[in-house]
């Protein structure tokens, strides 16, 4: 089965720090994606990726920026975390249409 | 353009009893379809998924859904519910073929009493 690990399942950081979360998959595919969830909102995408160094915004991009050096990793990046950047984070992964996702068990991040 | 709306942001049910969630689509396109499950703190997992092959599927731990085109829906069903089935549960839609970029519904809480 493949498996899509997050580096961090909590994660507490100061308003204005520069953030990473790291999530890599092992199954060589080709596209990732990175969503936050908020309870009421659902799950919406930030960015995602079809392949290395290459990037696409989502539905709400503004505050995030991502990097994709290598197939297997996809690092979302908050430039100067802010306290409504606290959320649930959730990485996936999918081999092509039709396969379905995988997800990572999640990254919860508080701005304090 | 695609969407898709779960009808009821909560079902409550006794265990035992069978369990019904309902999710309507659109689409522009030929759909494929997806459910999945999420436990508290957890990512999400795959129950199953529809791909313009048999419009009857069946998932994990029991659940199955229907693909109906004519009602656009795509619901999931299971006939007998355990503590254990207790979770949030997604429907999702996205294009058969080009770009495959999903749309989420907001989410079921399925709640089971014992």
């Known amino acids: 089965d493949v498996k899509v690990t997050q580096s961090s399942r909590y994660l507490v950081k100061r308003t204005g720090e520069k953030v990473f979360l790291e999530c890599v998959q092992d199954?060589?595919?080709?596209?990732m994606f990175w969503y936050r969830q908020d309870p009421g909102l659902g799950l919406r995408l930030i960015y995602f990726?079809?392949?290395?160094?290459?990037?696409e915004k989502g539905d709400i991009p503004e505050g995030y920026s991502v990097s994709r050096e290598k197939k297997e990793r996809f690092s979302l990046i908050l430039e100067s975390a802010s306290t409504n950047q606290t959320s649930m984070y959730l990485c996936?992964?999918?081999f092509g249409q039709g396969y379905g996702y995988t997800f990572g068990s999640g990254t919860r991040l508080t701005v304090v | 353009a695609q969407s898709v709306t779960q009808l009821d942001s909560h079902v409550s049910v006794s265990e035992g009893t069978p369990v019904l969630l309902r999710c309507n689509y659109s689409?522009?396109?030929?759909?494929?379809l997806f459910w999945y499950v999420q436990h508290p703190n957890k990512g999400l997992q795959l129950l199953l998924k529809?791909?313009?092959?048999?419009?009857l599927v069946k998932g994990i731990n029991g659940f199955e859904a229907e693909f109906k085109k004519s009602e656009t829906s795509f619901h999931l069903t299971k006939p007998s519910a355990h503590m254990s089935d207790a979770a949030e549960y997604f429907c999702?839609?996205?294009?058969?073929?080009?770009?495959?970029?999903?749309?989420f519904g907001r989410g079921t809480s399925l709640i089971v009493h014992p």
């Open positions: 996936a992964s999918i």
């Open positions: 199954m060589d595919h080709e596209n």
């Open positions: 990726s079809y392949d290395v160094k290459m990037k």
């Open positions: 689409s522009s396109y030929s759909p494929s």
């Open positions: 529809y791909t313009s092959a048999a419009t």
């Open positions: 999702v839609v996205s294009r058969s073929g080009g770009s495959y970029i999903p749309t």
